[in-house]
């Protein structure tokens, strides 16, 4: 066969060059976006004529590398970049095709026409809408919204639209979107996009059957299936309930957060939020609450409000009550210590805390009694503990056998020649029940913590930035089970995480899920980009994760998309988060090419690239949440 390839490298590296470009065209644009707004963003670069020509010309360059390379021998390996293909395909399609927009509905009032999102044009649609009632649902006893539901009429046919439930005609598809403040007009998202969404799908479907069959193709196989596989007082100076008191108090039933918990939830969550700490001087949480709620002046005088570190207030500070009416004081310095004031002030006039109204459905005993028992255990702190001494066990390991496999140089030469794999093998076999016992014993405590978690919530918990850096952390220390080089690197990364999320750099509270998170896609869209997150930087040190990490990375991605387009109508929206995932998903691909790009078939090379890849994908986690904001910002 004659060699069609030898002349590449004068081209061969344009479709990566043009991915470059893309990806720093994006990079830039989630900058734009976050300093002069999503409209100047989408005029500058993703809606620009460049910018589709840069996605066109990769596609094009792309596909003419699939034939020069006669990927098609390899057809795995062909189908999957040919699925990218086509998702560009769609993507392009419904660009040119499709029609966004939003439709405001008055109560009783027929309406055709909306504004087209693109070109804030008015347009009509065949058919009148009329919206009949709106209403919201709420979660049991609370004032928490659990759904927003519009019944509108089209056609003489009564639809029913709420989040995740939308309504199709004549192929536009309406969302829930917003209401007006009076309950008698809602705002409705409408999409339109016949040919583009099928194709893109089409795409998606092709690529998840091609990145099973190469992962399926590889030697990898059985490591693949793990993964997926898965009221008088005390004598003290200041009036305190008693211990017994405060136990039965716990187990009171109150709102709190927009859901029914128990008290001794709500003193907990309240008393970390002012003090730090789960106790007070060896009170519990509830002890203190309820003692504050009896003798709000007697407590006033205590140092309980945590300004910084090491340094402590009293609500006196703050609050003068020497006059009939409290007077505030010494407020506006810290917006941070103002509020934990303002909740201090809100529990002692009893406006804090709520009984469930009588409609509300009381939690059962177990629930009770399982959310108690998950209160009193700080489960991030003893395995990030547990981590980190595992994690000096390793590393003490690793370089103890480092240290003897240089002194025993010579003696290899002699001794390794009688016996070869003898000395690698007593060295495997010096693992042991020590490492991995201690391991395998802090995997399974996180896990019953999530299952807890899961268990209280109602909910998988995955949807916010504690749950999913949780589920990293045990991803994290899984892996090690399958692959024992990165052992060191797993628990050390765990215990990173774990620390993070300890320190408070996210939210810990259980709270009812917004009603857009109703979705069954919530849950395999997070935990997949999640497990993602770890393989990618387990990578670092074991290269043959790279390929797992990528396509779960494309799987969660494009899961997420499909998430999108049933919840609000489009597969994609430039948000930040989705546009960092994909420059990470990009970034981290390129390695995965060695055969075009013999520059990364030195490991020296590889982790070199790995480590600046790793970059990207602490901006899609943390900087994003944190700094760009969007919809996907745990932050906001």
Known sequence: MKENHKSSPRWGYLPFILTGLAVVAIAVATVIEDIHGSETARRLIYGALWFKLLWAAIALTGAYWLYVRRLWHRLPVFLLHLSLIIILLGALMTSLTGKKGTIHLRQGIPAKEYINSEWHSVEKLPFYVRLDFFTIAYYAGTEAPQDYISQVTM???????SMNHIAKLRGYRFFQSSYDDDMQGTVLSLNYDPFGTPVTYLGYGLLGLSMMWVLLASRKRL???????????????????????????????????????????????????????????????TQVVSSMLLEPRAWSEEPIIKVKRGVYKRLSDYVDYSGYVPRLQNMGQDPKTDEKVGLILMLMQGTLVKAPSADAVPLSEKRVSAELVYNHVDWTLWAMIGCFLLAILAGVREMVRAKVAASNSSAEAFGMLQDPGKGDSAARASVPLGIYVPLLIILLFLVAGWCMRWYISGFIPLSNGFETMYFVAMCLLAVPLFVRRTLFISVFSAAFVLLVSHLGEVNPRITPLMPVLHSPWLSAHVSIIMMSYALLVLSIVERRLLRLAVFFLAAGIFLGAIWANVSWGTYWSWDPKESWALITLLVYSVPLHGESLPWFRSTRNYRIYSLMALCCLLMTYFGVNYLLGGMHSYAN
């Open 155 to 161: 056609e003489d046919r009564s639809y029913t639209i």
């Open 223 to 285: 490591f693949v299936l793990a993964l997926i596989a898965g009221f008088s007082f005390s004598a003290k100076a200041v009036p305190v309930v008693p211990a017994e008191k405060a136990a039965a108090m716990e187990r009171e039933q109150v709102v709190w957060n927009g859901r029914i918990a128990p008290m001794g939830t709500m003193a907990q969550e309240l008393l970390l939020k002012l003090h730090g700490k789960r106790s007070y001087h060896g009170l519990s949480a």
